[in-house]
C-alpha cells in the first residue's frame, strides 16, 4: 500500500526543522523561503499549523495548468512537476486552496512538495509525531484510537455509576 | 555561506550605520556569538564609562551555527557592560530571532550612541533602517512586537525588545523576543533602555549556504538522536525545566526565606507534576526537538484566560522557593509579569526574598513598603512587588537598582542577607552542600551565575570511569575526579571544562540543553567539530574549539580585570561559610563550606586557567591564546 504524509497540527511544536531539512535537501540552503513545508504561527497564541500540499486526489493545480506540467503519480500519490513543460506561470499557486504552492524566487520556479521521491525528510526528522508518512490505512488511526479513548474513558465511567 | 554574514556598527547619536564583513581569520578565533561580542565588547568600550551612558555599547549576535543543521540553533546573544554590575553583561535567549537576523544577511550588531527620541531597528535582507519606536515606547514586551509587526506589514518579522522595565532602566532589565524566550542576566535591558532602543525587528529571506549539505543532513539526524534518546531531554520534552525543582527541593539543595532554609517543605502543589496539570502542550526554539517550553493558560483571577508559556525552573524558585509561598498561580502569574514586563526573574525573585528578610529582621518596616506586607509567604505581596519594581515605585524603586546599590541606600547592615555574587543575585538553589555548583557560581565572569560553569552532572554521582571519558577531552587531564558532590577534590577542573564547554556552545548559538550541562551523554566539543565541518566547511578540531572558549573566557577576565575586578570577587557571602543547612536529606544537612578548603579549589581554577594567584591570566597564557597584544581592532 502506498504511504501518505498525515500531518498532526495538535502535535507540531513549532520548531520549523522542517522547513530547514526541506531546503536544505532540496536546494542546499538554509531558508525557510524555498522550503515546501511552513509552519503558520499566530506566536502570541500558541498556534502552529504546518502547512504543506496535500497531494489532492483531483488536484485543482492539475486541472488549471495550461502546458500540463503538473500531473499525478499514482506510485507514490503524490502530484509531479515537469519543468521542462512549466512555464512559470504561477496559475497553480492561485488554484491551491491550501496555499501550498509557492514561487522559489531565486531558483526562479515554482515550487511544491513531492514527498522527497518517497522518503519525505520532514517527516524524517519530526521527532513529535506531527509530520509522518505512513500507509494510507494508519492516516486517520492514531487520532480515531485517541477519541476513542476519551469516549471509553467516558463509557466507563457513565457504565460505573449506572451499574452503582 | 554560513561563513559570510556581515557586522554592521550602528551609531544612534549620529545615524551612521556602517556593514562590514567578518574576517575568516576572526572566525577562526572566535568563531561568533559570545566569544565574538566579548572581543568587540573588550574593543570598543573604554574602561571606566557609565553603563547607562551613550558611551556603552549593545552588541546583539546570532551564533555561528545558527539557522544551520546544528540540532537547536537558535540563540542571540546580548551583551555590553552590565548596568546591574559594571563588569560583563552577557546574555542569551533562544527563539526565532537569531536564525531571522542571519537570514536577513547579519550575525553582529554593535549599537553605540544614544538615540535622541525612542526608536527601533528594522533590519530586513542587508539593509538597516533606525525606525521611529514612539508608537511602541511604553508597551510591554508581548504588545510592542503585535505593534510592530503591524506596522511593518509582516507577521513574520521577528523582533527582539525590551519592555517598560528596560525603560525604566531597572537594573535587571531583560531583553525578550515572542512570549517568554528571555536574556535575562545582567540588566541588558536597562543598556537598550538607556539607549532609547526599543527593540530590533529582522526579516530575512537570504540564502545561508550549507557547505556539505548531505552529510549535515545525515549528521543532525545522528545528533538529534542523541539528544532525544537522553532521559533528561524526555523529561524536559514533557515537564520543562520544572523537573530540575523536583529533583532538587526533594534533597534539600535549594534556597527558602533567602537562604534561612534549604527545603520548601509541604509544596506538593507546586511540584512539577502538579504543575503540569495546567500544561496544554509543549513548544520551543528553532530545529529544537526536545521542546522544553510549556503552555498554558492562566486559571483564575485578574489575569485569568491569559496565555503563557512557561513556567520554569527559576519561575518556581522565584515565586514560591525563595518567598515560601506554595501557590502555583503565583507561579503562573509571576512569570507573566516578568514575561510582560521584561525583567529577569531570577533577579526579580532573589530582591523581593532579601526584601522579606529584611522586613522580618525589621531593617525595612511597613513605612518602608508603604503598608505591603512584606512577609515571608505572602503571595499578593510577592505579585506587588513585581509591580513596584518594574514600574520603580517606592520600595520597588530601591529594588529596581540591583542588589548592591540597593544595600547601600537601605543600609542597616542589610547588605549581609545578601546573596550575590559580583553584584549579581544567586539562582535559588543552594550550594552549601555543593563544592562544585560553589565554585562555579563564585567565579562565573559575570557574577553569581549557574550558566557560565555549573556542572550539573556532578548531582548524578556518576561513577569516576565515566566522568574520566568525559572530562579528559579534548584537552588530557589525569588528576582526582569525585562523584560525591561534596568533596572538593577534582572540582575545580570540572568547573573549568564546563565554562570552556558553555562558552563554546554560547559561539556557535546552540542551546546548553544540547551539551553535557544536564547530560552525561549529551554532545560538546568532538560532536561540534563535526557540525562546524559539514556546516560551514571550517575545520577545527575539538582542541581548536577549545582553544577559542579559552581565548574568549580570557577576554572576559581580562574586561572584568579592567573594571576593577580583584580575586575578592571571586568568593561568596559568609553565609555560606558560616550558617549550616537545615534540613534536607542526610547527606545535604547541617552542610557548611569550607572556607581554607574553597581556597584551595579558587588556587587550583586559577592554576588551569593560567592565571596568577591573583586571577590575572599570565603572559604566556595570553601570548599562547595569541591576545598579548592590545587588541589590534581587526574589527
Not at chain 2, 247 to 254: I, P
Not at chain 2, 372 to 381: I, K, Y
Request: aromatic share 8%; with cysteine.
Amino acid at each position: 500500500m502506498q504511504k501518505m504524509l498525515v500531518v498532526d497540527y495538535e502535535k507540531c511544536t513549532g520548531c520549523r526543522l522542517c522547513e530547514l531539512v526541506c531546503a536544505v535537501k532540496h536546494e542546499g540552503v538554509s531558508n525557510p523561503l524555498r522550503a515546501r513545508i511552513r509552519i503558520v504561527k499566530w506566536e502570541m497564541k500558541g498556534i502552529m499549523v504546518p502547512m504543506i500540499c496535500n497531494h489532492c486526489e483531483s488536484a485543482p493545480c492539475i486541472a488549471v495548468c495550461p502546458t500540463n506540467a503538473r500531473t499525478r503519480d499514482e506510485e507514490q500519490r503524490k502530484v509531479n512537476v515537469d519543468y521542462d513543460k512549466c512555464i512559470g506561470c504561477r496559475m497553480c499557486i492561485v488554484a491551491c486552496p491550501f496555499g501550498a504552492i509557492s514561487f522559489d524566487p531565486y531558483a526562479s520556479k515554482i515550487i511544491s512538495c513531492d514527498l522527497c521521491d518517497g522518503d519525505p525528510r520532514c517527516a524524517d526528522f519530526c521527532e513529535t509525531g506531527a509530520l509522518r508518512y505512513v500507509e494510507a490505512s494508519e492516516s486517520n488511526k492514531q487520532r480515531q484510537r485517541e477519541a476513542a479513548e476519551k469516549l471509553y474513558e467516558s463509557i466507563r465511567k457513565f457504565t460505573a455509576t449506572y451499574t452503582g | 555561506m554560513a561563513l559570510n554574514r556581515k557586522i554592521a556598527y550602528i551609531d544612534l547619536s549620529s545615524g551612521k550605520i556602517e556593514t562590514r564583513p567578518i574576517p575568516l581569520e576572526i572566525r577562526k578565533m572566535f568563531l561568533g556569538g559570545r566569544g565574538l561580542d566579548m572581543y568587540l565588547m573588550y574593543n570598543h568600550i573604554k574602561p571606566g564609562i557609565d553603563p547607562l551612558g551613550p558611551d556603552n555599547v549593545a552588541l546583539v549576535s546570532a551564533g555561528l551555527l545558527v539557522g544551520t543543521l546544528a540540532s537547536a540553533s537558535a540563540r542571540t546573544h546580548v551583551a555590553g557592560k552590565s548596568p546591574l554590575t559594571g563588569f560583563v553583561g552577557s546574555t542569551n535567549m533562544g527563539g526565532f530571532f537569531a536564525p531571522e537576523m542571519r537570514w536577513a544577511g547579519f550575525d553582529h550588531l554593535v549599537i553605540k550612541g544614544k538615540a535622541e527620541k525612542p526608536v527601533y531597528l528594522w533590519i530586513h535582507n542587508g539593509q538597516i533602517e533606525i525606525r521611529d519606536g514612539s508608537n511602541v515606547w511604553g508597551k510591554d514586551v508581548h504588545e510592542t512586537q503585535e505593534v510592530i509587526r503591524e506596522e511593518l506589514g509582516d507577521s513574520d518579522v521577528k523582533i527582539l525588545t525590551i519592555g517598560t522595565a528596560g525603560e525604566r532602566l531597572v537594573r535587571f532589565a531583560n531583553v525578550m523576543t515572542e512570549l517568554k524566550n528571555a536574556g535575562g542576566r545582567t540588566g541588558m535591558g536597562a543598556l537598550l533602555g538607556s539607549k532609547n532602543l526599543k527593540a530590533i525587528a529582522v526579516r530575512g529571506t537570504m540564502d545561508i549556504k550549507i557547505a556539505h549539505p548531505s552529510e549535515a543532513l545525515e549528521y543532525n539526524r545522528k545528533i538529534i538522536r542523541q539528544i532525544t534518546s537522553a532521559k533528561v531531554s524526555q523529561t524536559q520534552g514533557r515537564l520543562g525545566t520544572n523537573f530540575i525543582w523536583g529533583a532538587t527541593n526533594t534533597q534539600g539543595l535549594v534556597r527558602v526565606r533567602n537562604f534561612q532554609l534549604n527545603q520548601l517543605e509541604d509544596s506538593d502543589d507546586i511540584e512539577p507534576e502538579k504543575l503540569d496539570e495546567f500544561n496544554i502542550g509543549m513548544t520551543g526554539c528553532f530545529g529544537c526537538q526536545v521542546h522544553c517550553r510549556g503552555k498554558y493558560i492562566i486559571p483564575s483571577g485578574p489575569y485569568a484566560g491569559v496565555y503563557e508559556e512557561g513556567p520554569e525552573y527559576t519561575s518556581i524558585g522565584a515565586f514560591a522557593g525563595e518567598p515560601d509561598c506554595r501557590n502555583p498561580l503565583t507561579i503562573l502569574v509571576g512569570n507573566h509579569l516578568v514575561n510582560t514586563y521584561g525583567m529577569d526573574t531570577l533577579e526579580t525573585g532573589s530582591m523581593i526574598a532579601w526584601a522579606m528578610e529584611l522586613y522580618e529582621e525589621g531593617i525595612l518596616t511597613s513605612k518602608d513598603t508603604d503598608g505591603l506586607d512584606l512577609r515571608f509567604g505572602n503571595d499578593e505581596a510577592v505579585i506587588e512587588m513585581v509591580h513596584r519594581i518594574a514600574n520603580r515605585k517606592g520600595l520597588g524603586d530601591i529594588l529596581a537598582e540591583g542588589p548592591l546599590r540597593a544595600a547601600q541606600k537601605i543600609g542597616k547592615n542589610s547588605i549581609k542577607y545578601l546573596i550575590h555574587v559580583k553584584g549579581m543575585s544567586n539562582l535559588h538553589s543552594d550550594e552549601r552542600a555543593t563544592t562544585s555548583l560553589a565554585l562555579g557560581i563564585a567565579t562565573g565572569s559575570r557574577g553569581s551565575d549557574h550558566l557560565r560553569s555549573r556542572p550539573a552532572i556532578d548531582l548524578y554521582h556518576l561513577p569516576e570511569p565515566v566522568l574520566r571519558k568525559i572530562y579528559s577531552q579534548p584537552v588530557p587531564y589525569d588528576g582526582p575526579l569525585s562523584s560525591d558532590y561534596r568533596d572538593y577534590e577534582g572540582k575545580p577542573w570540572q568547573v573549568f571544562w564546563h565554562e570552556m564547554c558553555y562558552e563554546a556552545v554560547d559561539c556557535l548559538g546552540i542551546c546548553k540543553y544540547h551539551t553535557t550541562f544536564l547530560g552525561a551523554t549529551l554532545p560538546n566539543f568532538e560532536e561540534w567539530s563535526k557540525l562546524l565541518y559539514y556546516n560551514t566547511g571550517l575545520e577545527m578540531s575539538p582542541l581548536d574549539i577549545w582553544t577559542v572558549a579559552e581565548r574568549c573566557y580570557n577576554i572576559e577576565r581580562l574586561f572584568n580585570i579592567r573594571e576593577g575586578l580583584t580575586r575578592k570577587d571571586d568568593w561568596l557571602s559568609d553565609r555560606y561559610f558560616d550558617e549550616p543547612t537545615k534540613i534536607g536529606i542526610p547527606s545535604v544537612r547541617n552542610r557548611t563550606l569550607d572556607r581554607e578548603k574553597f581556597k584551595k579549589m579558587i588556587d587550583e581554577y586559577y592554576e588551569h586557567h593560567g592565571w596568577d594567584e591573583n586571577g590575572v591570566p599570565r603572559p604566556e597564557t595570553l601570548r599562547r591564546l595569541g591576545i598579548d597584544k592590545e587588541p589590534s581592532h581587526m574589527l
